[in-house]
């Protein structure tokens, strides 16, 4: 067997009064992808971050192929062969990719001259190496997240790292990009890199990892070997069969893994649907946007349902989302609400419409995060809940308690600035601030990214009971069970249009093939083809 | 949440003026003489009620570096007015307006355009400084009518005038910024303007509102200025972008948006303000008073640096 390439021995760390890491112990050998699981906040990103040397434990050892290392900093790190991929990657958006690479690789010349030809082709060669398709020339703000992801999994490629960290790789990739990224991270593995991989989605884990740390509040709860269940290459919409604890590790199941990161039996089940669809609230004929490519989408979604909108990133389904909330207004085609036919040309008329929109990225326009939660949830209402001059800040505090109560947000009350929150309860209050404005028409996009599993099931929940008490939800995600759990029809999007309208009852191959443009059968369930302008 | 740690940013430096009073105090009573008091609070009124404007327009995360040009513009407007033997309180109307209608001019460019504030207010204070040496040729507005200097109700009352029209628009804009419903509006927007729009909020409007706003308060500062002197200087009011920029930023306010309040500015002016008189009542040379003003601006600014180091 061979020596461990990292080795944490009882790591502690804490932030004042908060213990962060309590006596963690890790290990990573050469050639193995071990996965890193936990409910946000368990420890996961401070324990990257005592690894990556950004955070300096305040006891315990590491120690990187068997050297202890003394002085934590991130260029130290660097030097030992550590990278990370960050869920957000990190680069110059205004920098070419090769230029980005470049940046972290490329020694410094005499006089500080640049080869360009060599700098470009470094790059290419890299990226060439994941197999990723991005011209060397482009500017990184041009690039979508995945292809920022890849570049930045080129640069700890090009740097030769042992030991390469991916802190949710897959948060933001399709099935098919992620296909891409677990061949990257098979061949890093095969050549004999350690790879640390954090993710939220059990599946993949099973698919790649041969061990897994389950961390909670802080502590290790233990080091499970996933050994052959990922043989059989678990595509793990179906987990493996029952087993009683105590049987060996290789039928480790899902349900084990939540058990360990939660501490309680927790069924990762989508509560069922219950919709009894009423009347059509929202009716889309050929709407259009040349803009954001938006084109000939003819839809209605009826109260009380939830609509899944599936499809692979930039299939158009953000876009149309924006098209319908008024952030690039539409050109051509037509919206009816309640059959009243409305022109929505920016947020204010949507919400005027009854129309709101949870943005995917709740860190950017989301949530505020130095804002108190009570005013966060306020926000979209300020003109009906404050009609005159005055702040009614007793009403204010009423609506925010209620609704904290309601959707469950841990907080410490409604004057604690959201940032004080952990992610899944921030993302609650950005729902609750939609739901103050009693929506009839509720769009959602990504609304559990990067959310504990504790949390999302809570918002599921929370979709449920909207849609019972009338709202038509359209919920984009790029996280299939999740579309396939929770929706009552599912609209696949393809090229900025509408590729069909599966039953809810569709499986995933259904809806993945239809992403892809590749469906034979279902013709009855397909849409006429679009008619000429 | 105690009241000391909500608001330690603002308290520290209302501590840090208390100690410099003390000081003061026991070196220098003649400070704190009646007369000498007054002259240095009806001197620092104008400040206040600028830096409130201020204040506004930092807090929705823009910046206005034309507010002296502005400033000097007001004055002369309300001199020739007065000269042209127009009522005081229409001359007083008069610097007010004009002062909206600068601000508007700045908000219109900013909101409407979307053009950064720093440029557009540079683009502004150069031309409106230009056009008035142009104008003027440095020339002051003389020969006013008894009616303007202290409104013609003499030193005391005059003064007494000053410091209660000051504290009013203080009182006023540091309750409207809490508990008016404009008031939340400009901090959420100063946050996050992407968010308050998604939210259904009309960002460039409220950007708009402040720069109007904050050109009303130029023009009253202008006018509560001018009125202590005989004469209008044109030059009056030079750098009162850095004095009123600078009282806000001691005063806690972040100058990346979205945060501080009014009565921490009022404490930031009224520090900067003491230290000149003070320096003189200390026997110190005066020319010192800027070196130790950067030295209280660089010391806030470190201390924010730290706390958001500790927070992080």
Known sequence: MSAPLLQLEAITKSFGAVRALQGISFDLRPGEVHALLGENGAGKSTLIKVITGAHEPDSGSMAVAGTVVRHFSPTGARRLGIACVYQQPALFPDLTVAENIALRLEPVRRLRRIRWGNRRAQAAHLLGRIGAAIAVDKEVRHLSMPEQQLVEIACALGASARIVIMDEPTASLTRQEQELLFGVVRDLRAAGTGI?????????????????TVLRDGESVGTIKLGQANAAGARASVPPPVRAPGQPDSTVKETDLIRMMVGREMSHIYPPSEAKPGETVLALRSLGCQSSGVRGVTLEVRAGEVLGLAGLVGAGRTELARVLFGLTPADAGEIRVRGQTVRIRSPRDALACGIAYVPEDRRRHGVILTMPVAHNITMAIHRQLFPGTWLRLGAERALATQLITQLGVKTRGPEAPASSLSGGNQQKVSLARWLAARPQVLILDEPTQGVDVGAKSEIHKIIRQLAKGGVAVLLISSDLPEVLGMSDRIAVMRHGTLQAILPGTADAHEVM?????????????RLAPREAP | MTLWQRYSRELSVAVALGLFLLLLAVAAPGFFGKNQLLTTLTATAPVLVAACGMTLVIVCRQIDISIASQFALCSIVAGLLAKAGWPMFLAAAGAVGTGALLGALNGALVAGLGLPSIVVTLATMV??????????EGEFVRDLSEQFQWLGLGQARGQTLILSVAMLVFLGLAFAMKYL??????????????????????????????FVVMGMCTGLAALLNAIRFADVDPKTGTG??????????????AISGGRGNMWGVLVGVLLLACIAPGLVFLHLPPQWEKAVQGGIILLAVAADGWRMRKAA
Do not use: C, M, N
């Open chain 1, 196 to 212: 640390i991989y954090i993710s939220h989605r059990l599946e993949e884990i099973f698919a790649l990892a041969d061990r897994v």
């Open chain 1, 513 to 525: 093939a239809e992403a892809l443009g590749q469906s034979s059968s279902r013709d009855s369930a």
């Open chain 2, 127 to 136: 031309t409106w400084r230009e056009g008035l040496r142009w104008g003027r």
């Open chain 2, 181 to 210: 419903a404009a008031g939340r509006l400009v901090y959420a927007v100063g946050t996050d303007a992407e968010a308050a729009r998604l939210a259904g909020i009309r960002p460039k409007r409220v950007t708009f509102a402040v």
């Open chain 2, 240 to 253: 009162l972008e850095l004095q009123t920029i600078a009282a806000a930023v001691v005063g806690g306010v």
